[in-house]
């Protein structure tokens, strides 16, 4: 159980385009999910919590105009990327809150802009 | 705020060598502490917790002791497997930084057979 799934794996987009990542949790509800941003060698960086039927919370220095975060139902999360920039190319990985307060992690996108 | 400090890697062992991977929080109250995997390419796995002082978590021959008065949770395996090579993670959640985790930097573990 507790199994989360993120869409696509691996992306590569123009600069100035717009990309979409999908989190889902397959077997379980999470009212809460949350987007890092993880850099080469490097630990995760949390960029947003994700609150269904509510607006998301920003970390600092996030843009959230850049990342765009929509989680519409208890299950899917997306996160937007926007105007790509080669500065954005990095992995994605989302988490999904279980229960009680446990955090299940979905297997990361990578994302590269040319 | 919370913080999480592992010590520094990159770790390469031999293979049945015994491993031990050091991590220190600061928290205000009792969080609880994680330690998460990472193989190559793939996203966090959790290997085992502990949610309160003296609590030992274990999994796959891993173990980690929630020690309060030294506010550690040391990661250790007796005998290592060339499949062990990851990221290790030490993480806490609650403290201050309610309903997020708090992350190590990471520890690179190479097993060489």
């Known amino acids: 159980g507790a199994v989360v799934s993120q869409h696509p794996s691996r992306v590569i987009c123009k600069s100035g385009t717009s990309v979409k990542i999908e989190c889902r949790s397959l077997?379980?509800?999470?009212?809460?999910m949350f987007w890092y941003r993880q850099f080469p060698k490097k630990s995760l960086m949390l960029m947003a919590t994700?609150?269904?039927?509510?607006?998301?919370?920003?970390e600092q220095g996030v843009e959230k105009d850049k990342f765009l975060i929509n989680h519409a139902s208890l299950t899917l999360s997306t996160l937007t990327v926007t105007s790509a920039h080669p500065e954005d190319s990095s992995f994605y990985i989302c988490?999904?809150?279980?229960?009680?307060?446990?955090?299940?992690f979905g297997p990361g996108t990578r994302l590269t802009v040319t | 705020g919370d913080s999480v400090t592992q010590m520094e890697g990159p770790v390469t062992l031999s293979e049945e060598a015994f491993l031990t991977i050091n991590c220190t929080y600061t928290?205000?109250?009792?969080?609880?502490l994680f330690w998460y995997v990472q193989y190559p390419g793939e996203g966090l796995q959790l290997l085992l917790k502990?949610?309160?002082?003296?609590d030992k978590g274990s999994n796959k021959g891993f173990e980690a002791t929630y020690r309060k008065e030294t506010t550690s949770f040391h990661l250790e395996k007796g005998s290592v497997q060339v499949s062990d090579s990851a990221v290790y993670f030490c993480?806490?959640?609650?403290?201050?930084?309610?309903?997020?985790?708090?992350f190590g930097q990471g520890t690179i573990l190479t097993v060489h057979p």
């Open positions: 077997d379980f509800q999470a009212t809460t």
């Open positions: 994700s609150n269904e039927g509510s607006k998301a919370t920003y």
């Open positions: 988490s999904a809150q279980g229960d009680p307060y446990e955090q299940y």
């Open positions: 993480a806490s959640f609650g403290g201050t930084s309610y309903g997020k985790l708090t």
């Open positions: 928290a205000t109250g009792y969080p609880s």
């Open positions: 502990a949610t309160k002082a003296d």
